[in-house]
């Protein structure tokens, strides 16, 4: 199956290099792979470039967005540059973050879950993280979840889905209007993808109420916005977080934003959350 990967990459001089390592390294190469220089002022571009000279399939663009680190829209952004460079000729669209080390054998396990199941729409693996010098889970999501760095798509998946939506909270949203379009989403827990840099690591002070405004967007409603923040929170360790979130969804509401998602994607959604939680709870 061919395939094209797009990396957004904004002063990733620490980890690119890394990165691009492992792509070139894989049991099976992508057809392509454009790496957006989103406004990097370090040596992010040079070093592109040393892997383009001797790898044509790699290739870059430049792309001058604001410089605030804004969680979603930001790197959809880029996202979408990078997907201007790029012809309509491949069965998956790949959208990986500059900060990983894949195992050499990603693409050829997540192609297989593809290839299995032609319900398939979205498919990947598990993130890792460095913590006293092991890598454990990054347990800010469950493992049967693909998470926003290592995302796989089916080409008729991504234009069911209306591709990446231009917000916080794209990475949960796609998932679902996946489900609701009937693609079903697997994960490889075998595949322990290096995540060099933790999530939410560079976010600033005015993120903070971001994923409030995600479950708003997504047409949550309050009870489950609650619900699903009190499980972050908790995952996080962070009451705060809790907080946050909330008053970022009421935020959202007071300024009337614009939902993701339509009222009849939002129910499916709701249904889908609301049965999930049921479920782990033993109720039928």
Same mark, same amino acid.
């Given at each position: 199956m061919d395939f094209y990967i797009i990396i957004p990459a904004h002063n990733e001089e620490a980890y690119i290099g890394k990165m691009l390592q492992s792509i070139v390294e894989q049991t099976i190469l992508p057809k392509k792979v454009v790496v957006v220089n989103d406004a990097s002022t370090d040596d992010t571009q040079k070093i592109v470039d040393q892997f383009?000279?001797?790898?044509?399939?790699?290739?870059?663009?430049?792309?001058? #967005?604001?410089?605030?680190?804004?969680?979603?829209? &930001?790197?959809?952004?880029?996202?979408?540059?990078?997907?201007?460079?790029?012809?309509?000729?491949?069965?998956?669209?790949?959208?990986?973050?500059?900060?990983?080390?894949?195992?050499?054998?990603?693409?050829?396990?997540?192609?297989?879950?593809? &290839?299995?199941?032609?319900?398939?729409?979205?498919?990947?693996?598990?993130?890792?993280?460095?913590?006293?010098?092991?890598?454990?889970f990054e347990a800010i999501s469950e493992k049967t979840k693909v998470r926003?760095?290592? &995302?796989?798509?089916?080409?008729?998946c991504f234009e069911d889905i209306g591709g990446l939506k231009k917000s916080i909270g794209?990475? #949960?949203?796609?998932?679902?209007?996946?489900?609701?379009?009937?693609?079903?989403? &697997?994960?490889?827990? #075998?595949?322990?993808?290096?995540?060099?840099?933790?999530?939410?690591k560079v976010y600033t002070e005015a993120s903070k109420y971001r994923q409030g405004e995600a479950f708003y967007k997504m047409r949550y409603g309050f009870w489950l916005t609650f619900i699903a923040s009190a499980k972050l929170a908790s995952k996080k360790n962070s009451f705060s977080f809790l907080i946050n979130t909330i008053k970022g969804f009421y935020i959202a509401k007071r300024e009337n934003l614009e939902y993701m998602v339509s009222e009849k994607e939002g129910k499916f959604i709701r249904d889908l959350r609301w049965k999930n939680i049921f479920r782990k709870i033993g109720v039928r």
């Open positions: 383009s000279k001797q790898y044509p399939f790699i290739q870059s663009v430049f792309h001058n #967005s604001e410089a605030l680190h804004e969680p979603g829209s &930001k790197v959809v952004n880029a996202f979408y540059k990078g997907l201007e460079m790029l012809d309509s000729d491949f069965e998956l669209i790949g959208k990986f973050d500059a900060d990983l080390i894949l195992p050499k054998d990603y693409f050829q396990k997540t192609i297989q879950l593809f &290839k299995a199941d032609n319900n398939v729409g979205l498919a990947g693996g598990n993130l890792y993280i460095e913590n006293d010098g092991e890598w454990k926003g760095p290592i &995302k796989l798509y089916r080409k008729k794209w990475d #949960s949203v796609d998932g679902l209007l996946a489900e609701y379009h009937g693609w079903t989403i &697997k994960t490889d827990t #075998s595949l322990k993808v290096k995540h060099l840099k933790p999530t939410g």
